[in-house]
Every structure is written in C-alpha cells, then in structure tokens.
C-alpha cells in the first residue's frame, strides 16, 4: 500500500464477522458516524464542482453559438481538460493550489466542461430552422429568442448533458482525497481491503449518483411538460 | 359572426385596420451572386387586398416577401408602408405590426396555443387579460374551440389545427399587413381546399392588406384580389386581378404559365350565382295546361321543369303531360344535373357535360329551383369583361 493513502485501521479484531472480512450489518450499524462527514464532503464537491461547470460551460455555448468560430477552440480545450486522467490533474494543480477543496473542485470542473458545452451547443443547435423563422418574423429580438425559444428548447439536451456530468462527477469524486478534499473515497480508500467498509462507502456513492440522476430528470420533467404532450388529438 | 364584430368593439387594436404596400424599384442581389434574386420590382397593394406573389421556384417570390419585414434586407430601391419607408423601422419593431405565417408553421413546441397566440401581444406588453380575451376570440375567429385547444401543445394538434392556430397567431395585435408564405402548402389538398376557403371569408371580415406567397397558379387564381407573376430573377412578368390576367396575359410567359385551360380556370372565378340565369318555366301536377304552355311560352328551355311543392325540381315533363286539362306527372327524363347556386362555373360545366346534358336546373340551399343554366350561358360568360369578375374573397 501506498503511504499516501494512510492506511488507518479500522476493524475491530475481535468480531468474528470483522475478522473474517465479512458483510457485517452490526459493524456498519455501530460505525455508519465514520460516513456521514464524508458523504456530505461528496455531496459538496459534486454539487459546487457541477455548478460552476454548468454556468462557465453554458456561457461559452451561449457565446459560441452565435459567433460559430469559437465552437472549435472551445472543443479543443475542454477535450484536453476532458482527456486529463483526473489523478494526473490533481497532482499537476498539487504545486499551484496546494491541497484541498479548491485543487479537487477545480480538476472536477475542468472534467464536466466538454460534456455540458457540447450537450448546451447540440440542443440549440437542433432548433428548428422554422421555429427560429417565425421567431424572428414575429419581431422576437436575438436574445428574446435566445432565452424564450432557443434555450427552452435545447433544454431536454441540455439536462441530459447535466445527468451524464453528474453521474461522471460522483465517481470521479471518490478520487478527490488524492487531492486533500475528502469524500466518500477517503473512506474506501481507509482500508479498501474491508468488504463492509467498501460495500458502505461504494453504495452511498452509487446511492448519490442515482439521485443525483433522479433529481436533474425530474427537474427536466418539471421544465419540459410539452415532451409528454404528444398527439393525444 | 360575432366573434368578429367583437374583434372591431372590444378586440384591442393598436393598428390601423389595413395598410397599402408598395414596391418601389426593389432590387435584392446576395453577396457574391451575379444575377439579382429580385430585380426592379414595383407595384402597389391598395389597403385590404390579396396579393399572390406566384411563380416558378427560384423566381424570388420568398425573398420579395421577406423584404417586406426585413427578414432579408433590400438592396436597392424601397419598399413602403402606408407611404413609410421599412428601411427606416427597427426590423423587430417592424415585424411586429406584420402579421406572419409560413408554411412549416413554426409554432412554439414549447408552449401552449394560448402562448403561442400571445407571443407578440406580450411582446407589445398587453396585460393579461386583454391577452386572455384576445386569445379565445382569435381561436374562434379561426373556428377552433378555446377551451379545447387553449391549453394544448402544438403536438396535440392536427396539421389543419395547427395551421388555424398559425394563422390566429400571425393575426394576434390586428396587424395591418399580413405576410403568407405558402401557408397551405402541407396541407393534403381537401383540407387545403377548406383552409382556404375559411380564410376568404376570414379575410372577407377581416379586410388585411395580404401578401401572401404560393408555386400553385390555382391557389394564386383563387386567393389572389391581385396576382404578380414573377419569373426567374426576380421580374415582374404581369401584376394585374385573376381575370384580367387569364384573359389578357402580357406575354408567353405568362400564358404559359397559367396554362393553356386558362379559359376554364376563368369560370373557377364566378359562381353560378353571378351569371344571368334562364327563366325556368316551373310546372306542378294538376295545374292548368293552359298556363303551363304559356310559361313555356316565354322560357329558353323546350319542356317544363316538374317541382314539386318546395319546388324541388321532379324532371322535364314530355308532351304528353300536357295533353289533358291539368299537367300530369308524365316525365321525359329526370332533371339531372341539378347544380348550385354556389357552384363555381367551371364544376357547373363538368356537371352538364358528364350527364351529357345541354341545361341544367338550378337550385339554392333549400334545394329549390331558381332558374336553368345552359352551355350557352357558360359560353357567354367566357366573354365576361374581366372588371366585373369578382377575384378573392369577393369570389367566395
């Protein structure tokens, strides 16, 4: 084992169930504490990591959506930032943010960028080309468009693109204590050879990531009512 | 109607009811093309006419229609509204007093058919409830129930719904222009036939100032008050009223154009009810033969025309229900085709021809007869001075 990961031990050596390397009900009942703090670490970086991911990407869709040049470099930055193995970036931001909340966000973010942009960009794009033509033949200005027509319309595309980020982003946090910033991978990475205290801390990543999942899709639901509406006439 | 008398008392209307449009020497050329896609076009929409801009693909007649609201910007020349120059509006301020629908429609998926008919209201910032009222009376201006379709996405509709809710929301603020692009090109052709005819006589209340953009000669003969045939390169190759245009086109182009049935398609213009009808000499069983003969007397046809007592038209009697003292119900040959009034001329004609028959009762929406019309009066009305042909929703 690494040094790095600071192995702590965390068994209880006369359990029998413990010291099998069982699934052991009591044991998570008795220890479930060690998890809270950490979950609620995840949730955070997940939460603050997609945030700031969604307002720099949808700006820059935004932007490169009427000045098409820009649609390019965009692509190609963000698809750097997106080939990055997030280990390799947590330790290239080491030196220059330290370690901590700041470095793990910052690596989390530059990861979610590609997928929401190119999803913003693809719902717009998929506008239809007579929609936007009796838009603007009705006396819409570009942005009233923009953000009554254009936008509205992207937005099944776009939510789409936030449930794959955060699914992507639960995971990729697990690996976010390389960088300081704690989390549910702290924890597994404990004593990642304890069945119970991997099984504990894998399903409540897994547990966040479905509702995380489940949180954006009603939300998309409760925004786009008119995808249900189909031929009831 | 009421719906559109309300649309004159309580329907808010910031504009003027119809403009007049005129062209003034429009050129457009595209960036990097040679040849202009208009060229030198110029002619005048007098206020709450239909114009069809009609003519092969490519001869400009969308982007002539386009210029009007700036969607494609003039090159040269002018094009003015109530005597004010576009050019001189802001294109979004502009478009909004202009009514527009095109051919895919364009309705918000997004949003109900109430909001999408209130799209420019809100824009013009109308409170509520002036948007409310505005919308129920603009569905049932276009026949369609408001508390059916209201709260409907445009998913829900059928295409003659959503081309209805089109056309309700092209008229939204009452604009004094309206711009057509092909509106009933999707349309299977029986419901087409209906979408048209329920916008002659939208039109013939609402009274706009229409341009409105089709490929088909027919569409163009039966929508058009006035008719500008443009060909390849945006010239103006006649600009004159359906009947004027059948009857005198200005050049082989033209002619060819609209065919060489423009002689039939001339008595698609006018209805039965709009040519001079023989008197028909009306018999009923037991009448005297005496006055039957002497109704014979003075009538174009050779044999009385059997009604009966709601005047409905039995057959033409044969000489020998005329032999006694009263008429008796001795028929020669049934009455077939028995046409209507509101019968355009042209089916008048299939209908006598197909029955092989050289007249024809005629008969109003009670189903009584009125008169007799023969190939001969067909015939004449093919010399009919264009001028009093009725064109548009006055045809209707």
Known sequence: ?233 | MNSSDSAHTTGPSPLSDAATLEFRSVMKRYPGQREPAVENLSFTVPAGEICVLVGPSGCGKTTAMRMVNRMIDITEGDILLDGRSVKERRPAELRREIGYAIQQIGLFPHLTVSDNIATVPRLLGWDRQRIRARVDELLELVSLDPHETRERYPAQLSGGQRQRVGVARALAVDPPLMLMDEPFGAIDPINRERLQNEFLRLQREIRKTVVFVTHDIDEAIKMGDRIAILRKGGKLAQYAPPAELLMYPANPFVEDFVGADRALKRLALQRVRDVDLWKAPLVRVGEPVAEARAKLGDAEVPYPLLVDDQGKPLGWLSERALAGERVEAELRSNPKPVLDIDDVLRDALADLLSEEAQYGPVVDHRGAVTGVLSIEILSHALRTDPEEVPSGADAL
């Open chain 1, 1 to 233: 084992m690494s040094p790095l990961l600071a192995q702590v031990e965390i068994r209880e050596r006369d359990d029998t169930c413990v010291a099998d390397n069982g699934f052991c009900p009591d044991w998570i009942a008795d220890n479930f504490d060690r998890y809270v703090d950490p979950f609620f670490q995840h949730v955070l970086l997940t939460v603050v990591a997609m945030g700031i991911g969604f307002a720099i990407s949808f700006t820059l869709a935004l932007v490169a959506y009427r000045r098409r040049w820009l649609i390019n470099p965009v692509t190609q930055v963000t698809g750097v930032l997106y080939t990055i193995p997030s280990i390799a970036a947590f330790f290239l931001l080491l030196p220059i943010t330290g370690r901590g909340f700041l470095t793990a966000t910052i690596a989390l973010v530059s990861y979610v960028l590609l997928i929401i942009f190119r999803n913003v960009l693809t719902g717009l794009d998929n506008v239809p080309a007579d929609i936007k033509d009796a838009g603007r033949g009705m006396g819409l200005t570009d942005r009233q468009l923009l953000w009554r027509v254009e936008v509205p319309l992207a937005l099944p595309e776009i939510m789409a693109g936030l449930r794959i980020a955060a699914t992507t982003t639960v995971g990729l946090a697990t690996l976010a204590f390389f960088a300081g910033a704690g989390g549910l991978g702290e924890q597994i990475f404990a004593d990642i050879t304890f069945k119970s205290n991997v099984v504990v801390a894998g399903v409540l990543a897994v547990l966040l990531a479905a509702a995380l999942d489940g949180l954006i899709l009603l939300a998309q639901r409760a925004v786009t009512p008119w995808t249900r509406a189909v031929s009831a006439a």
